[in-house]
């Protein structure tokens, strides 16, 4: 939030006398124009000598402070908007669309959690490559661990082409590859910077349809956060919840479906139950859990909490290889 | 003289001063579970339950039961007609499924026999539905800053929604008031020379909070319910709680503490200045029973027991498509 100085030029009624009248009860910024009781504030203004242009002032940063949050919106107008812009995006695996009612929803963070070796990984992978196919999107793929296999994608995207609904001709192999973008990212700050030049990217491009991208996976999110969680601070937490934050930020705002993957810990009876405690259960919208068999290579998906469905509903799906 | 009797003159009768509360601050019946304890505008209720213990549900169904009207069309639906205000905090809001609740509470109130999906569309009043959504308002902020900027000019806006809609806000909610307590938490204030600069963190951000509510309360009584996810054992970690769960069976050969017997472990961990300011508080929490119901689906039981005011009795109830129902 900028310094009340550097509003000086937008509003007229922002001028030094309110400035100065500010800085007498230590307001210098919108933030501590925030945290200050504006009545008070009235009152006391109105016992100036320019309280007429005061008023008008502190109105002028209220007007300000009114663009600065999302606008009130009537239940239609929501409904309209959500039905207008969230749609489903199909994973590839009818099991799962069928379980989630369609499959990843734009607009909604979803939390995979698994043990390791349970397919979390090869699951995004065969997402990826089944969206980038049948939307003719970009997906963005940010990799903490390693494990983004190009080669694995490039074997589900070829079994999409040689099946017998291709759909147009010209689509190839290098221009689906192309549209699935991987990024590297080894720690939370520099997750951060990704995806703030993510969203500055996405709120210039506002305007370009073609190859538009739809959906963002983070794999894995734990690994990032679980070094910096414990220890005494609120440090690691408040970073952990601005990272949701921030992913939330972008699924609702630009439209995207945000699929991150979490793993498990022990828990109480001996269950396993994902990882990053207690405050990151109010962060993701959907969470899954999902189990693997080792003897018949398949998998298990279960729902532990979902905006609008009972939790505990299961479904089955093998990945190939 | 005069000044000494004028003072002890009786403003006004005990009646017309129970008229005039019950006008101004009206008392409220709120679906279950939140039925057990008598509310009026002016209370401030906190639901506090680990997630997912449906408190968000609840907030949904109180919005449905304020939105709908009495009566439409010679139907009772048993409603408030009354604005709702919604702070999405969370960002976690599903429209979609308000939508659904909403159109399913329409055609049970409109008859019994109408279950099936195929027939809510013929039925469906769409003109009584797109009247009880415009009365739900919906905001959406991702932090702090965001939260108290919508604070500080909630009053233009509801200025304007209750002269266009002609009837009052009854409810404000906030789904969760502590979703960005970790967040404010780890601000560090500026230490500057200026003495009488307040601090931006979690303290003075909580007390502006708390002051722009009361301020709003006193001009526009309504009441509040916020949800507030319990962050079990704060202090410790994890894999302590586990250690100690564990070690008891083969220590004392008794069996493991079914999360049934746990009593509530929760630390209040909300600034003094919002804890002082709520007036009610239920605690929920999932029990280790299920319900079958006619489909021979197993519902999680939900227990409630309200701490403030302290009720002896505590409710159980099940989450279902159509509503909250109390089990026995």
């Not at chain 2, 009365?135 to 304007?160: D, V």
Request: proline share 5%; glycine share 6%; net charge neutral.
């Amino acid at each position: 939030m900028p310094p009340l100085k550097s509003l000086q030029h937008q509003f007229p009624s922002i001028d030094s006398n309110l400035l100065h009248f500010c800085a007498s009860h230590g307001i210098f910024s919108v933030e501590d124009f925030l945290v200050h009781d504006l009545y008070m504030l009235v009152a006391l203004a109105e016992r100036q000598t320019s309280s007429k242009g005061l008023k008008e002032g502190i109105a002028q940063v209220l007007t300000f402070l009114n663009n600065q949050h999302f606008p009130w919106m009537n239940g239609v107008e929501l409904l309209e908007s959500t039905q207008h812009n969230k749609h489903f995006l199909l994973t590839g695996f009818d099991g799962i669309d069928t379980l989630l009612c369609g499959g990843l929803c734009e607009g909604n963070l979803t939390e995979l959690a698994g043990p390791s070796s349970s397919g979390k990984t090869q699951f995004c992978l065969h997402a990826a490559a089944h969206v980038a196919y049948t939307y003719m999107c970009s997906v963005l793929y940010l990799d903490t661990s390693n494990s983004f296999s190009s080669k694995r994608i490039s074997y589900r995207v070829n079994r999409l082409l040689a099946s017998p609904n291709k759909g147009e001709k010209g689509r190839s192999l290098e221009g689906i590859m192309s549209s699935i973008l991987s990024h590297s990212v080894f720690d939370i700050f520099s997750m951060f910077e990704t995806l703030h030049q993510l969203e500055l990217s996405l709120s210039s491009q506002a305007e370009i349809q073609n190859s538009k991208l739809r959906l963002l996976i983070v794999d894995s999110i734990s690994s990032l956060i679980t070094p910096i969680l414990g220890g005494k601070g609120p440090q690691g937490h408040s970073l952990m919840l601005n990272v949701g934050f921030i992913l939330k930020k972008l699924a609702i705002d630009y439209n995207l479906a945000v699929l991150v993957t979490n793993h498990t810990v022990v828990g109480e009876g001996g269950n396993s139950k994902p990882a990053l405690g207690e405050s990151w259960k109010s962060v993701p919208h959907t969470r899954l859990l999902l189990s693997r068999d080792q003897m018949s290579n398949i998998c298990n998906m279960s729902i532990l909490k979902h905006t609008s469905m009972a939790c505990g509903q299961t479904a089955s799906f093998r990945l190939d290889g | 003289m005069e000044s000494a009797r004028e003072w002890i003159k009786c403003d006004e009768s005990a009646k017309s001063l129970m008229d005039r509360v019950s006008m101004e601050r009206p008392s409220l019946l709120l679906p279950p579970p939140l039925h057990r304890a008598p509310l009026c505008a002016g209370n401030v209720v906190e639901i506090v339950g680990p997630s997912p213990s449906a408190k968000s549900y609840i907030l949904l169904q109180a919005a449905i039961n304020c939105i709908l009207p009495k009566e439409w069309n010679g139907i009772h639906y048993g409603g408030l007609e009354r604005l709702v205000m919604y702070f999405d905090l969370d960002c976690r809001f599903d429209v979609s499924y308000l939508s659904q609740s909403l159109k399913r509470r329409i055609v049970r109130a409109q008859g019994p026999d109408s279950h099936s999906l195929v027939e809510q569309d013929t039925h469906l009043d769409e003109v009584l539905f797109l009247a009880c959504l415009k009365r739900f308002l919906y905001i959406r902020c991702y932090n702090s800053l965001e939260f108290l900027a919508a604070l500080k000019t909630i009053r233009p806006q509801l200025q304007t929604e209750s002269e266009g809609h002609g009837i009052g806000v009854h409810f404000l909610m906030f789904d969760s008031i502590s979703a960005y307590y970790w967040i404010d938490r780890a601000y560090k204030p500026l230490s500057s020379a200026i003495s009488n600069r307040k601090p931006f963190s979690l303290q003075s951000i909580t007390e502006a909070v708390v002051q722009e509510l009361r301020q709003l309360l006193q001009f526009h009584p309504m009441l509040v319910l916020a949800t507030k996810p319990a962050l079990l054992g704060l202090e410790f970690s994890a894999c302590h709680i586990t250690r100690k769960q564990s070690s008891s069976p083969s220590a004392t050969g008794m069996l493991p503490l079914s999360r049934g017997a746990e009593r509530f472990l929760y630390r209040e961990y909300m600034p003094s200045a919002w804890q002082s300011f709520v007036s009610h508080r239920i605690h929920l929490r999932i029990s280790d029973e299920t319900f079958a119901d006619a489909e021979n689906r197993y519902l999680p039981i939900y227990i409630t027991e309200w701490e403030l005011p302290p009720l002896s009795y505590s409710d159980k109830f099940t989450v279902r498509d159509e509503g909250i129902f109390l089990v026995v």
